[in-house]
């Protein structure tokens, strides 16, 4: 298995424009998870899906933030309309028992 | 809010010396979980330790867990260059056990100099 794909990599975007991250998590996993890590706040749990369903969204910060997972391989993060204060990486991990197995990150930077 | 918080933020030793670092965290849990981040890169599981064990090692790891004082160590012996990196603790967020999402803490970077 390649792991939990995240794409992009690395994304810049103008303030006020529409944000899409997406990942697909390993096979066979059932539970999805999105963080948000930055220096001053350190790793963040946004949201988590168990079987497509998302079970806990406190940790997203407000309304421009939302989160899909339409079937078991495909998830998407997006923020409408995004700020400078987004700017951080994002990362998707995938899990089945205990274990997190993490992407890579989206490193985003608003401007 | 912060589950696991790591000590110390920072911590730089020779390589060939071991490396301890420490975790605390607040609430009740069901397993404790070590991971690594390289730079850049995303995070990496290195050992779980449930809540009824108290030292389990793994290669050059080892980790102890007292749930008595909420506080669990990592100490990796004979460390390597490629020890470098940033390591966290992670603790379940419910009595479920499952994966419910981790709460991670802020993390020891890690520095051995060749």
């Known amino acids: 298995d390649a792991g939990v794909i995240q794409s992009p990599r690395h994304e810049v975007t103008e303030m006020g424009q529409e944000v899409t991250l997406r990942c697909k998590p390993i096979s066979g996993h059932n539970s999805l998870f999105w963080y948000r890590q930055t220096m001053m706040r350190g790793l963040e749990l946004l949201i988590y899906?168990?079987?497509?369903?998302?079970?806990?969204d406190s940790g997203m910060p407000e309304d421009r933030f939302s989160a899909k997972m339409p079937n078991a391989s495909f998830s998407t993060l997006k923020i409408q309309p995004s700020e400078p204060r987004d700017s951080a990486v994002y990362f998707c991990?995938?899990?089945?028992?205990?274990?997190?197995?993490f992407g890579q990150g989206t490193r985003l930077t608003v401007v | 809010s912060q589950q696991g918080e790591e000590d110390p933020q920072a911590l730089s030793i020779q390589e060939g010396e071991n490396a301890t670092m420490n975790c605390s965290y607040k609430t009740s849990i069901n397993n404790l979980q070590w991971y690594r981040q390289n730079s850049g890169r995303g995070l990496v599981h290195l050992i779980l330790i449930r809540s009824n064990e108290r030292e389990k090692h793994s290669g050059r790891l080892r980790v102890t867990l007292d749930t008595s004082k909420k506080s669990s160590s990592l100490l990796i012996t004979a460390s390597r260059a490629a020890d470098t990196a940033s390591y966290f603790c992670a603790t379940d967020r419910n009595s479920g056990g499952g994966a419910d999402g981790l709460t991670f803490g802020k993390g020891t970077h890690l520095i051995i100099q060749p």
């Open positions: 991990a995938s899990s089945l028992v205990y274990e997190a197995f």
């Open positions: 899906f168990n079987n497509n369903v998302p079970i806990d």
